[in-house]
């Protein structure tokens, strides 16, 4: 079993250098969105400000990064001292915080992703119009950074079920008989 | 350890039947819902399939409640022959569809709550209209679903945790101490 148990470390860290990875580039290439055009005389600039649900975004996206840094960090940590978690209390936090992330991290991708759409396609029984034909190259920039946050957000679930493994383990096989 | 398993599988049970309810709750207060408002001699109607967003939220808590409706049956003839989950295999294939289901139902609340905070506010710097003010028992109608989606995809997260630990038990802890 060691060498199972290596590959899912190895795993592990893998998936949260992804998410690390994956959550900056979401976050900057949408925090850094910005679009002037300028209408006869007057200017507008679409920014990421203008929509709450962007704001969310860059901010899930830039704490899931330092969350998975700092997990990452435990990893490397954790396989140089050669130990693993065994101590239910901390598998615990690791697991919760690993769910809060991930579902946080997916709510706000699809929150966005639906706002998104609405801007593309604009929604013509309310007459909220395409505001993506206005400003191209920003909604361009959007859909990319939401492409890297939802490819982060997968890996976070990935990362769920490794943590999920590592804290149910911990209740052993032995007491399951005990039921009905 | 009897009392403990008996509490956790009277706890699925609930939470699943919980999901049932609010899942039918959620899809019949958006799916009915319609409302009909004369501009003048114009004759404009809302319904939920004016939006694609409300559509898969009823398509995803209507699957919830049947899902839900099948898992409280296994549970319920699980209880009364006597057996527990120790087929890996089951627990696999239960434990991926809940996750799934749970992942479903959170995005599908994301995205609704997102358009319906746009239809509530409008987005004055996209000139989005604010379209609750002129259907306002439309909205809160698919607001009060949404509320029942809310809690019902939280129900659902918590029955992920218990197959979480129905399937990661299965593999001990007796195995944990060959990694590093």
């Not at 925090?31 to 055009?37: H, N, P, W």
Request: aromatic letters at 10%; proline letters at 1%; hydrophobic letters at 50%.
């Amino acid at each position: 079993m060691r060498a199972a148990e290596r590959r899912l470390r190895a795993g592990e860290l893998a998936l949260r250098i992804a998410v690390l990875g994956l959550g900056l580039t979401a976050a900057a290439l949408v925090g850094s969105d910005s679009q002037v055009r300028r209408i006869f005389s007057l200017e507008k600039r679409a920014r990421f400000t203008d929509m709450k649900v962007l704001v969310f975004v860059v901010v899930a996206n830039g704490v899931a990064a330092g969350y998975s840094l700092l997990q990452a960090l435990r990893c490397v940590v954790g396989a140089m001292r050669g130990y693993v978690v065994l101590n239910k209390v901390l598998a615990w936090i690791i697991f919760s915080c690993d769910q809060v992330m991930a579902y946080v991290l997916l709510s706000a991708m699809a929150a966005a992703a639906q706002a998104s759409v609405l801007g593309q396609f604009g929604q013509p029984e309310l007459q909220w119009i395409k505001t993506c034909e206005l400003y191209k190259k920003f909604c361009k920039q959007v859909g990319e950074g939401l492409g890297s946050a939802f490819v982060g957000s997968m890996a976070m679930i990935m990362v769920t079920c490794i943590s999920a493994f590592n804290l149910f383990r911990l209740y052993g096989s032995k007491n399951s008989n005990g039921g009905w």
